[in-house]
């Protein structure tokens, strides 16, 4: 995992700013289809959107692996990039553990190595699968009432 202060000048960094180009735009159409659609889920704005972001990566997996990167890069940074000259932390701890988990959830196989770098724990790794599969399921049944709409 590459960690960086910034996103542009560290080697490989064209990789990171994709991975996390890539995020906040799935993020940001996240904000969208919850608000058009009005998706109760129960959470946060944000977090919601972060859902969207990990159940799109889940279904395309090999596709969007490099959102993981992204996600840690963004949480370097340590700026808020919704709404910048806050002096806020976007990507606090707990909600990169949680995206993180969310993504290694959707596609154990190729993060597995979250747990050997030491950006996942263990312990939080053998419910990460879980915790995506409920995530699944919840998004699956608020959507299918506007899919079957006509
Ligand atoms: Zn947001």
Redesign the pocket.
């Known amino acids: 995992m590459i960690r960086s202060k910034s996103l542009l000048v560290h080697p490989g960094g064209q990789d990171n700013f994709d991975d996390a180009f890539a995020f906040i735009l799935l ?2 159409v ?2 969208a289809v919850v608000d058009v659609l009005q998706l109760d889920l129960g959470v946060s ?2 977090e919601a ?2 859902q969207f972001v990990a159940m799109i990566a889940g279904m395309a997996p090999g596709e969007l692996d490099g959102l993981v990167n992204g996600v840690a890069a963004l949480q370097d940074l340590e700026f808020d990039w ?1 709404t910048p000259d806050t002096g806020a932390t ?1 990507i606090g701890s707990d909600r990169g553990a949680t995206l993180t988990c969310l993504l290694y959830g959707g596609n154990p196989d190729a993060h597995a190595n979250l747990v050997e770098q030491g950006e996942l724990t263990a312990s939080r790794a053998t419910s990460c699968v879980g915790e995506f599969a409920d995530l699944q399921a919840r998004w699956t049944a608020l959507l299918e009432s506007h899919l079957n709409q006509g």
Do not use: F, I, V, Y
Request: proline share 0%; charged share 30%; no cysteine.
């Open positions: 993020h940001q996240g904000h704005t944000e959107a972060d919704e976007t």
